[in-house]
């Protein structure tokens, strides 16, 4: 990290710890060539999230893809699309602050299922029951493609 005073781009870490609720990394800085001291801030960056499938492989995450399998768990049902968009950021955000880039697709799920419970029933048996297929196939696009509305309410 570049010293902001002189310039010297050798500087050193002295000390790190968690800051806001462990959503970030606050490091204090200091700079041997200037004697200068600074702080910086580190945090997980949405499009740095790395989900790790249950087979190991390394998917960038895509909010567009969770989004959609939301929203089809989520069709016809009486919820609001405002309410619908509220809990998308929740999850966002509660993936964001775990603190970690790399994130098993199991967790994912298992966030997502635990907020569409809380909102509506139906929409969360939809997910949950496709979920288990998408375990075995771990395949996100079929995952999508089965989460039909009615295929879990038959
Ligand atoms: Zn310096």
New binding site residues.
Partial sequence: MR?P????ID?QVKDSRPAEDHVSIRRRRF?P??S?RFTTYERVQLRDLVVIKTNGRREDFDRDKLERSIRIAMQKRPVEPERIDQMISGIVRRLESMGETDIPSKQIGEIVMEALARIDTVAYVRFASVYKNFQAADDFDKFVSELRPGAADK
């Fill in positions: 010293c005073f002189c310039g010297n500087t700079c060539a200037c200068g």
